[in-house]
């Protein structure tokens, strides 16, 4: 079992920097791909960002690549997202999401993510 925790959304103002934070617990944490989605209000779950197991190969939404990084840090169990020039499109709920489907592809299909956490919000004001 897996669990996921995230932390860090807040109100910012577009052009700024955001950094989220999620904590994962589990003993096979090391094995699973970790992403972020977000979910803006009357849309679906949108892929965002994803990193392999030891951190070597990362995938972006096109609409993040350049702006945001994807992060994990295995020996404390945590994935981080930093948001740099946000922009009003970037409004949403974010969630942390684990995938044990391939080793070695980095899936951006929500449905290939097994554990998810319980989101956090983010609003950028223009």
């Known amino acids: 079992q897996v669990q996921l925790v995230e932390s860090g959304g807040g109100l910012v103002q577009a052009g700024a920097s955001l950094r989220l934070s999620c904590a994962v617990s589990?003993?096979?944490?090391?094995?699973?791909?970790l992403g972020w989605f977000r979910q803006a209000p009357s849309q679906g779950r949108e892929f965002v960002a994803a990193?392999?197991?030891?951190?070597?190969?990362?995938r972006y939404a096109d609409s993040v690549k350049g702006r945001f990084t994807i992060s994990r840090d295995n020996a404390k169990n945590t994935v981080s997202l930093q948001m740099d020039t946000v922009e009003s499109e970037d409004t949403a709920a974010y969630y942390c999401?684990?995938?044990?489907?391939?080793?070695?592809?980095?899936?951006?299909?929500?449905?290939?993510?097994?554990?998810w956490g319980q989101g956090t919000q983010v609003t950028v004001s223009s």
């Open positions: 999401a684990a995938s044990d489907y391939s080793s070695r592809f980095i899936t951006s299909d929500p449905v290939k993510y097994r554990y």
């Open positions: 589990g003993r096979t944490f090391i094995r699973y791909v």
């Open positions: 990193i392999s197991w030891n951190g070597t190969r990362t």
